[in-house]
């Protein structure tokens, strides 16, 4: 079945610079993708979702992208905050008749100091 | 508003004592999730119900089980409870039928099992 792999686990940058974060996946049949973010104590929230016949979409502060060749889904935050810092996990949903469940990579630590 | 909520949010029992975890949700989504979350770890899925009555292992179901008798309450319960279920439990919804569907995950329960 699917499975997915997230890197690096544990990330740190200073305010202001890019953060990536990057998922390989292996079903090359894969079309549903998510990114949730989990700050400190706190649930999960999405914070995207992707079809994969969008290559580039962008939100406030940060770009997802898909490379379907690679199977690669990278989170790209633009110019991070200290407000940014959180746990970050993609997610992709296995192209397998009816499936309700979602493959969780297994996440980032992302910290930003000022 | 759309939410989904866990109860009790912190739960401290003793090796064999029985725990039960709720989770409810206002959104009259037909599926559901119980997974559990350890330090530095993503989330694994304990059960999946797709409705009242229809429920699903998921990837780490020793040890659990669950109830789902109505469609906005699924139970997590925990028969003679160990140390190694100590963890973080999420509980999370989705609409089924929409492949592009987010899961909505609750709050969190901390349950220590001493």
């Known amino acids: 079945g699917e499975q997915v792999e997230q890197r690096p686990p544990h990330l740190s940058v200073r305010e202001g610079d890019s953060a990536v974060i990057t998922c390989t996946y292996t079903d090359p049949n894969s079309y549903y993708f998510f990114w949730y973010k989990q700050e400190p104590g706190a649930s999960l929230q999405l914070l995207m979702k992707?079809?994969?016949?969008?290559e580039i979409n962008e939100g406030q502060g940060f770009t997802v992208l898909l490379n379907k060749k690679d199977k690669r889904l990278s989170l790209n935050l633009t110019a991070a905050h200290p407000g940014d810092s959180a746990a970050y996990f993609c997610?992709?949903?296995?192209?397998?008749?009816?499936?309700?469940?979602?493959?969780f990579g297994e996440g980032t630590k992302l910290t930003v100091s000022s | 508003d759309m939410k989904v909520t866990q109860m009790p949010r912190y739960l401290i029992k003793r090796m064999g004592e029985n725990v039960l975890l709720e989770c409810g949700q206002d959104m009259s989504h037909e599926t559901m999730y119980w997974y559990r979350q350890d330090p530095g770890l993503g989330l694994q899925l304990i059960y999946i119900?797709?409705?009242?009555?229809?429920?699903s292992e998921g990837d780490i179901p020793k040890g659990y089980r669950v109830s789902r008798k109505k469609r906005e309450h699924f139970s997590l319960i925990l028969d003679s409870a160990k140390t190694n279920q100590t963890s973080v439990y999420f509980c999370a919804s989705s609409l089924s039928g929409d492949k592009y569907a987010e899961q909505f995950f609750g709050p969190g329960t901390r349950l220590t099992v001493l």
């Open positions: 992707v079809f994969s016949s969008t």
């Open positions: 119900s797709y409705d009242v009555d229809s429920n």
């Open positions: 997610a992709v949903r296995p192209n397998q008749g009816g499936s309700a469940k979602l493959i």
